[in-house]
């Protein structure tokens, strides 16, 4: 009977993987790309974000049926309500998991590290929470509960706060820090990698599990601010401290296949890859006479700011910590204000506008007149002229409109006074990279399978494969 080892990347797309290897002579990856069963990019779902594509994957279902499509609730967000989509705490949600129907079935599982799902609810194994889009670390993240101070003296505590506190850190450093900022921030996420890989393997070792899950973030995390593709063997340098330490998760993973009785998968839940163009969808809508602003950006304000940005890069090479903190700590909250959508929804009319977009990472449009969709997807087509996917939902709990981008391209939510909504990245001057649908889709074993392998199109479609390896329904 074979068992099951999933290794999760939050967005590393397999091209990057490859390249990666290559450059840096990574040797566990090589020896796991040349000599897999199967190595593919496989589709991600609709919307490529984390939250919908982390449950699709675990749960085998489409996002029109377990109801995420964000992290936020975007039914109430269509009304310009923040709060958590509910579903993502739902007991109905965690029934329909892999590692709940394995666990109803007999069968030993161990998951550390997955995004999205909280509270930790009852499996026959090892649950611990991830630090991505889970709200806090308490004992609620861990079942048993038994293990939690367990977990938290190996630093799982101290690890998630700080990774949360890194989202905002990772965009400064990248955009104001120096090489070596940079290289420290590189180091930092792999340091808080390396703990919860180390709480993977106390577990793992102690005990025998059917199925056994792994997910990394931090690439994610720097993919987003750090992957330059145009320069691609000073970006994988940069990284390489984060791409070693996978080497070396690959190569623990590969030790238990020796035999034949484990199957490795890798995967991710989502691509990124590097942009060149933003759609700033509020603007196009504004500028056509569907979204009402109470306030726009000037392209004059815009100019200011990078040269702002540009200013504070070279006294933030000068060593005088003291000023180098304070404009860190004021960026820092500017960011994190900017992060929330309280400035989007502010900056926009909703009760008087017939379509708008308040949330990047769903890639979608709220429309308020059904009459107006064919109109807008017409337009829509016409004006992004195959540099997005255009898809329409009937789905209450989704946007009316998904842009899903091409390689190269982006949506921003930004409103700004220019009459050409697609315009060059650096003009926004934050992210260099963003999802894409291309998810990575590796299978390995050091032995042959004695099963026929279901075909594999889909992130959606490993839970179905992995149910087939360990004989489950």
Known sequence: MHRVIILGIDGLSLSVLEKASSILKLNNIEEVLNKSIIKRSINSVIPPSSAPAWVSMFTGLEPHQHKVYDFFDLKALREGIIRLNPYLSSKELWQKTIWNRLSRQGKRVLVVGVPVFYPAREVNGVYICGELLIPKFDRSAVYPRRYYIDVVSMG?????????????RVLLISSLGSQSDKEALVHEFTNHEMTKFKVFKEFFEKSEYDLSIFVSTAYDYLAHYMLDEFKIKKTINLLREYLEFIDEVFNYMISYTSDGKYVFIITSDHGIHTIRKVFLVNTWLKNIGLLKPNKTISYKYILIKNLGMHVARLILRLPIRIIRNEIYTRIEKKVRDAMKLRGVIEDINIYSSKAY??????????????????YLELMLKKFLNEKFKIITSNDPQAPDIFLIPYEGYTVSTKLLNLRNAIVNRKLLGTKIADHTMDSTFILYNNGSLSLEIPEVKSIIDIANLVYRILRCS
């Open 357 to 374: 977009a308040l949330s990047y990472s769903s890639f979608g449009i709220f429309v308020k007149e059904n009459e107006i969709n064919d």
């Open 156 to 168: 799982m505590k101290v690890m998630f706060k700080e990774m949360h506190d890194m989202l905002t």
